[in-house]
């Protein structure tokens, strides 16, 4: 597909959000008159981006995300943190939830994705959903529930802005079933690439895999819990991310030093992974797709808040991915998109780009290959 102008880019975002919507309506919300946008709308037709009526998209390349979609509070203590005491401090809110997180980090980056979700229709759920959609992402199937509290993600950090302790309530997850997974089921078979949180259930995990099945598939592990409950579905997914205690939990193998990273890496291979990356907090990931292994590490690190650094590193690994990168370039680029998100006392930075990213790298990194 040539490439699309800004105000191209614009009817396009519009029109994804409602296929059926009129020219006129374009033309008002854009403030341009309603001939411009029938000029445009034909050029995108000749560009291959529109099809023709009900303004059908080219949407083969877009990335389907199913995952949790919460509302993050996070505290901050101004010194060090006390335990059993009231810490003067800051306190935020704001969108989160691993799946929403990886879909807007996504969408900053440029790619057309789907986010398959659930929220409650209170206050947050709303906030969620008009925050999401505003960053780019189609939120058209993200499931709302009457009578339901959206999730609610609430974490303590300590002085270092680390997370010291954090308390979820995901009970509305229960309600992103597999009947309502069964409607979504051309979505996730013309993916191109299907991400996957493991906040959901066993039985819709495993129904989506089985929808996604000839498209790449990633996985963010979650928690040692989570990935427990799912461990037995690991082999089916294309790449996985878990962090250094969860990749133990799933393979019972110590992941300590470079020998005990080859041996859970060769175990996930061996199941199916295709590619492996594990998080190893500030020593860095050991990435791995079987011939190419090592640890990309960061040099300067510039840390407001780590809420949501491993969901912008499995995003830019998902971008890497349609841009056809070799699993080392994905390390490098997955480690420039946390650190951007590092820098941001937000769960997402709104700066996250493909030039941040390529900008916060040069000369930033080091490849130690094992």
């Known amino acids: 597909m040539n490439a699309v102008t800004d105000r191209e880019k614009e009817i396009l975002d519009i029109i994804r959000k409602d296929p059926m919507i009129s020219q006129k309506d374009i033309a008002e919300m854009l403030g341009i008159t309603r001939s411009s946008v029938a000029v445009h709308i034909a050029n995108l037709m000749k560009k291959g ?51 929403r997180n990886i ?16 929220v409650g229709d209170d206050e947050s759920g709303r906030r969620l959903l008009e925050e999401t959609r505003a960053a780019g992402v189609d939120v058209s199937h993200i499931r709302k529930i009457t009578g339901e509290s959206t999730g609610i993600y609430l974490s303590v950090l300590d002085e270092d802005k680390d ?11 229960d309600k992103l079933d597999t009947s309502y997974l069964l409607d979504k089921m051309p979505i996730l078979e013309r993916s191109r690439v299907s991400v996957f949180d493991a906040n959901l259930s066993y ?7 089985g929808m ?37 939990a799933i393979s019972g193998i110590s992941a ?3 020998s005990g990273l080859l041996k859970n890496a060769d175990h996930f291979h061996e199941i199916g992974v295709s590619k492996v990356f594990i998080s ?67 769960t997402i930075n709104k700066n996250t780009s493909v030039e941040s990213i390529n900008k916060i790298m040069e000369g930033n990194y080091e490849i130690n290959r094992i």
């Open 49 to 99: 981006a529109v099809k023709g009526k009900g303004y059908v998209l080219d949407d083969e390349s877009y990335v389907t995300v199913i995952g949790g979609c919460n509302m993050d509070i996070s505290g901050s203590p101004y010194g060090k943190l006390s335990g059993r005491d009231s810490n003067p401090g800051s306190v935020t809110f704001s969108p989160g939830g691993v799946g």
């Open 103 to 118: 879909a807007e980090n996504l969408a900053r980056l440029g790619l057309p994705v789907k986010l398959i979700s659930v």
């Open 163 to 173: 997370m010291y302790i954090a308390v979820s309530s995901m009970e509305i997850y």
């Open 203 to 209: 039985d819709v995990i495993e129904t989506a895999l």
């Open 212 to 248: 996604a099945q000839k498209n790449m598939k990633y996985l963010d592990t979650v928690s040692i819990t989570k990935a427990l409950r799912i461990k037995d579905l690991i082999g089916r997914f294309d790449c996985i991310k878990p962090n250094r205690l969860e990749a133990e």
């Open 256 to 258: 300590e030093g470079h």
């Open 280 to 346: 190893l907090g500030p020593d860095g990931t050991f990435f791995s797709d079987g011939t190419d292994r090592g640890i990309c590490r960061a040099l300067k690190v510039d840390i407001r808040s780590a809420t949501g650094a491993g969901d912008a590193f499995l995003a830019g690994a998902v971008y890497a991915e349609t841009e056809g990168f070799d699993i080392r370039d994905a390390a490098i680029f997955g480690t420039g998109a946390s650190l951007i998100n590092l820098a941001s006392s937000d």
